[in-house]
């Protein structure tokens, strides 16, 4: 059984910081999910990864198999950034028997 | 393109009743999986489902079944509520084995 560790579990910035959340994972995997979730429930998916490094606007997630490790990054961070941040990974892609960390609570003061 | 539409949104049930719940994924997906979110155990993968079977479970009793439709819409089914069967439950759609996208979630409160 896979387990997904995430670091910090709460995390208060400054507007305009760059934040780092990172996510560690015992077993190998096919992908490893970066995940969103605000007050609500909803979820959003902001990332899915294999290798290497992909950004979106202000955000960046970066993956290293050899150490089983992941980041996110967030540059200039803004109140609207405020969200629970959920890694997440699957040995068979898509939504297939995905496994969670507990996510990092993440509030961005003006 | 229309998300993932899960209904209803909130639910109120007495402890031994059973519920339904339901899930549409994205027009062209024909993968739907469930997941259960609590305070205690974060979120945990429940089922998934493709063209209408069931291709892996998740670790949870035998109260909990789903099934999927020949439309790709799913349904989950939790028999027998318990206290702790509270919980929020998300579906996802996936193409196949690629992006994941989420429902907004239907709380259960089980009273």
């Known amino acids: 059984k896979n387990e997904v560790e995430q670091s910090p579990q709460n995390l208060t910035a400054q507007e305009g910081e760059f934040i780092t959340i990172n996510c560690s994972y015992s077993v190998g995997i096919s992908a490893l999910h970066w995940l969103q979730q605000h007050p609500g429930g909803g979820i959003v998916s902001l990332f899915m990864l294999s290798s290497g490094k992909k950004k979106h606007g202000r955000l960046i997630a970066t993956i290293n198999i050899q150490e089983k490790h992941s980041s996110l990054h967030i540059t200039a961070s803004h109140p609207r950034d405020s969200a629970v941040y959920i890694c997440a990974v699957s040995t068979g892609g898509g939504a297939d028997g995905l496994t969670f960390g507990k996510g990092t609570h993440l509030i961005i003061q003006p | 393109k229309a998300g993932v539409t899960q209904t209803p949104r909130y639910l109120i049930k007495t402890r031994g009743q059973q519920v339904t719940l339901s899930c549409s994924p994205i027009s062209g997906h024909r993968s739907v999986s469930w997941y259960q979110q609590t305070p205690g155990q974060g979120l945990q993968f429940l089922f998934e489902?493709?063209?209408?079977?069931?291709?892996n479970k998740g670790n949870f009793p035998g109260r909990f079944s789903g099934r999927q439709f020949s439309n790709s819409r799913s349904e989950m089914n939790v028999s027998t509520l318990e206290l702790g069967d509270s919980a929020l439950y998300l579906c996802?759609?996936?193409?196949?084995?690629?992006?994941?996208?989420f429902g907004q979630g239907t709380r259960l409160t089980v009273v």
């Open positions: 489902y493709f063209s209408e079977t069931q291709r």
């Open positions: 996802a759609s996936s193409f196949t084995g690629d992006w994941a996208f």
